[in-house]
């Protein structure tokens, strides 16, 4: 008997093993908000236990009225017990009726709590798993997204974090139950009749080999499906993100073969996961047919020779067959079981991704910044011996504005990510007002530099919220100010609900004007003392160029500003100004001093003002002949 119960919990376990590999790594990043919900577990565990007692009494009524009430077994060896021989049959038979009824009602009391609790655990663990997993992600690095798919990642969020749910309730709950009646019954089998039992559980290998086979094969396929979804979703995000160039360049049709290709190979794959698993429920099926069968058989013969009463019988069967359900289930769940487990590991992949950028063990909170800033020998480089800045030397005083300047791809954008540790450097140093920022948490240092970009983002929200993002204490009238420093207050009037009206997804009820002008206010409003501005005049006309300029001035007053641009009119402004070329500084100084080089900043400012001085005269001819 010893050795039969080791044998079936060795095979549960290792069963168990094979549909969760990932439980280790999924026991140490979730055990903590398990651990907060102690006190809901322990009462679920209460009903839980409730629940599988009540289920191994629920045969024993019928046991009594077969044997005392129909047959008057005198064989049973519960006949001694003094109350059974008490009772008369009639009022015997009442009892067992009534505890029928009282069982089942309890047991599904207790069912119905360990239920219910398990789900509001479940839910509460999702909850802040779903939070863990925004957060972290939000802390990874540029060079993850890089590679990343936005559309994978939604579906990791949404879909996989929904279904560690069917970890906790749909699949182990009833596992958990499942087991425990198992090896409850299995013990009052052996009680009843060792030899029966022993022969009932020769079925039992056959069972645990086919669910061994087939549940490794059913989780990575459930894994190559949560990727294949991943996929699809990806298409999605990004053909709907690119959806004005798709339609402008009639790429509709392509991108649609692309879809339904992807499309199919999740379809492929989520109809073998079923196959798998329905392959294994059939198993199980046959493999409880026949077990149910021998023991009919034979407990028959014990009962025809007196070794058994038909209430032992009665009751055997019911518990074979209940012991045969949480095998049944067993094989059910161990294909949810395995689904889950695929997107577990994929919850778990993201939670194990360590940011390239973090704070150092012994970061400091930043105090306000002056805003001197040096690049002390500065290089960078993405993929090693592939620098994209080398060895960079720039020192810039607290209010100076500075214009990077050359051609696309030069290192520029790369140098003012380097400031706001977006990267880190891999040698030199990045100083501001003395001190390595990496010696300041990112929180603090952060918070201090204000970014207006090219594609200036807005958020599907109300103006006033867009502008405030970030200054949780601003009040209307430091939005309106920033606003008007932005040259934006006319406009942003005259939408249909002024402050109130709600923008669209990045903002595409605006135009590129309005939009830059916004981004302005939103840097205004944070009042830093450093301000990077990359192409902020890009894609823009004239009569906005010129709006933006304007407010871009007032805004930097006082701030230590960096100015990413290609149009050398606007970088004539500046204090200092960079040539780049090849992640180098080639040309560095004022613009009159930089022309006196007659070099390359100068060649190139000086076809630039050719190129606009013939725009502006076809303009002039233009706007003659309209007249």
């Known amino acids: 008997m010893a050795n039969a119960r080791s044998a079936l919990r060795s095979s549960a376990s290792l069963s168990l093993q094979k549909s969760i590999p990932s439980l280790g790594r999924f026991w140490y990043h ?15 565990a209460i009903a839980l236990l409730a629940d599988v007692i009540l289920r191994l009494l629920e045969p024993w009524p019928l046991k009594f009225v077969f044997d005392h009430v129909l047959i008057k077994s005198s064989d049973d060896r519960l006949a001694a017990i003094p109350f059974l021989n008490t009772l008369d049959p009639l009022t015997l038979l009442t009892l067992s009726a009534f505890g029928v009824v009282a069982i089942t009602g309890l047991r599904s009391l207790a069912s119905y709590w360990s239920t219910v609790g398990l789900a509001l655990v479940s839910s509460r663990v999702l909850m802040e798993v779903r939070d863990r997993l925004y957060r972290h992600l939000q802390s990874l690095s540029l060079a993850y997204y890089s590679k990343a798919r936005s559309g994978d990642l939604l579906v990791r969020i949404s879909t996989d974090t929904s279904r560690l749910q069917e970890i906790i309730l749909t699949a182990i709950l009833p596992l958990v139950v499942s087991i425990l009646t198992l090896f409850g019954m299995v013990g009052v089998m052996f009680w009843l009749d060792r030899d029966l039992t022993l022969l009932a559980l020769i079925t039992f290998p056959f069972f645990w080999f086919a669910a061994t086979r087939l549940s490794d094969r059913i989780k990575d396929s459930s894994r190559k499906q949560r990727q294949r979804e991943g ?18 360049l009639s790429l509709q049709d392509a991108f649609a073969g692309i879809f339904s290709t992807e499309n199919k190979k999740s379809l492929k794959e989520s109809v073998k996961t079923q196959k798998l698993s329905a392959n294994l429920e059939r198993t199980v099926d046959v493999v ?26 009665l009751v055997f069967l019911t518990y074979l067959k209940n012991a045969f359900k949480p095998v049944q289930n067993f094989a ?51 993929e090693p011996g592939q620098d994209l800045l080398k060895e960079i030397n720039l020192e810039v005083q607290p209010g100076q504005q500075v214009a990077l300047v050359g051609s696309s791809g030069s290192g520029k954008s790369t140098l003012v990510s380097l400031l706001l540790r977006l990267y880190d450097p891999i040698a030199g140093r990045v100083i501001i007002d003395g001190r390595d920022i990496r010696e300041y948490t990112i929180e603090s240092l952060r918070p201090q530099i204000s970014v207006v970009l090219q594609d200036s983002i807005l958020f599907a929200a109300a103006v006033w919220e867009n502008i405030a993002y970030g200054v949780p204490n601003a009040t209307r009238e430091d939005i309106e100010k920033a606003v008007r420093l932005a040259n934006a207050h006319e406009f942003v009037e005259a939408l249909p609900q002024g402050y109130d009206t709600i923008l669209g997804e990045r903002g595409s009820t605006l135009s590129g004007g309005q939009r830059q002008r916004l981004a302005i206010a939103r840097a205004a409003i944070r009042k830093t003392p450093i301000l990077i501005l990359d192409e902020p005049t890009t894609g823009l006309d004239k009569k906005n160029e010129q709006e933006v300029i304007e407010a871009l001035e007032r805004v930097a007053q006082n701030r230590t500003t960096f100015i990413i641009t290609h149009d050398l009119n606007v970088a004539t ?21 930089l022309m006196q080089l007659q070099s390359r900043y100068a060649a190139l400012y000086q076809m630039q003002s050719a190129v606009r001085s013939t725009d502006d005269e076809v303009e002039v001819i233009s706007g003659g002949r309209g007249h």
């Open 30 to 44: 979730f055990w903590p908000y398990i651990r907060n919900q102690s006190v809901w577990l322990i009462s679920c």
């Open 231 to 248: 996929a699809v979703a990806a298409t999605l995000a990004e053909s709907i993100g690119a959806i004005k160039l798709i339609q402008a």
């Open 288 to 313: 409880i047919a026949i077990g149910t069968a021998i023991v009919l058989w034979y407990g028959a013969r014990l009962v025809l020779r007196d070794a058994l009463t038909p209430g032992d019988v």
């Open 332 to 382: 059910k769940y161990t294909g949810r079981l395995s689904k889950a487990a695929a997107s577990a590991e994929r919850v778990i992949d993201i939670l194990e991704e360590q940011p390239d950028v973090c704070n150092s063990p012994d970061a400091i909170h930043a105090p306000p910044f002056k805003g001197a800033v040096r690049f002390d020998r500065v290089s960078f480089a993405y």
């Open 573 to 593: 402004r500046a204090d200092l100004i960079l040539y780049m070329e090849h992640g180098q500084v080639l040309e560095q100084g004022t613009h009159s001093e």
